[in-house]
Structure formats: structure tokens, C-alpha cells
Nanobody, 119 residues
Framework: QVRLVESGGGLVQPGGSLRLSCAASGSILGINVMGWYRQAPGKQRELVAT???????DYADSVKGRFTISRDNAKNTVFLQMNSLKPEDAAVYYC?????????????WGQGTQVTVSP
């Protein structure tokens, strides 16, 4: 069974920085993509950033140039460095792991970590 555990959320002032971490444990076989999504109150969950095992990244337009996703494949850990945070970045951030093996695709989620951006 795959488990994702996030850490690093909290309260930060506008313009500040936070670093989120997510460690995946369990049997992870196949091609995988790790990423971060977020959900603000009253809004749908949205993609923030993803990264493949080979290091190919993708970002939402709203965070390009401010957020950086990275991963440590040896530790099955993904990070999200968030700089120049804005009030609109406040949300619950969820770690995601997508695994593809043969014809089977699996989707795993962490429990979420709260990010609050406020003076």
C-alpha cells in the first residue's frame, strides 16, 4: 500500500516563502509522476506543479517563476519551494503520486497541508 505524508505548511506573510515536502512509502512500481495540487475554500482542486522521475516539470501559469518543484528519487520524496507567496496562494496543498504499470494507472493522494498567506 502506498502512503504519502506531507509536511511544511503553515502561516506566512505575503512575499514570504515556504517549503513543502512529501514522502511516499510503500511499493511503487512503474513509471511515476509526483506533484502538488491545491484547493482553496469554495474552489476546485487545481494543479500546482508536477515532476517526472526524469525531472521534467510542469507548472500552473499562476505559480511559474515563484514555485519550484523538485524530487529525490532515492527517497521517493517531492518538494515544493514556494517563494513570493501571495494571499491567493492560500489553500490546502495536496501531494499526488501517479503510477503507470503496464495498462494500470494508479493515483495516490496525501492528506493535505494548509498554507495560509496573511499579514
Amino acid at each position: 500500500q502506498v502512503r504519502l505524508v506531507e509536511s511544511g505548511g503553515g502561516l506566512v506573510q505575503p512575499g514570504g516563502s515556504l517549503r513543502l515536502s512529501c514522502a511516499a512509502s510503500g511499493s511503487i512500481l512503474g513509471i511515476n509522476v509526483m506533484g502538488w495540487y491545491r484547493q482553496a475554500p469554495g474552489k476546485q482542486r487545481e494543479l500546482v506543479a508536477t515532476i517526472t522521475g526524469g525531472g521534467i516539470t510542469d507548472y500552473a501559469d499562476s505559480v511559474k517563476g515563484r514555485f519550484t518543484i523538485s524530487r529525490d528519487n532515492a527517497k521517493n520524496t517531492v518538494f515544493l519551494q514556494m517563494n513570493s507567496l501571495k494571499p491567493e496562494d492560500a489553500a490546502v496543498y495536496y501531494c499526488n503520486l501517479k503510477v503507470s504499470l503496464s495498462a494500470t494507472n494508479s493515483d495516490y493522494w496525501g492528506q493535505g497541508t494548509q498554507v495560509t498567506v496573511s499579514p
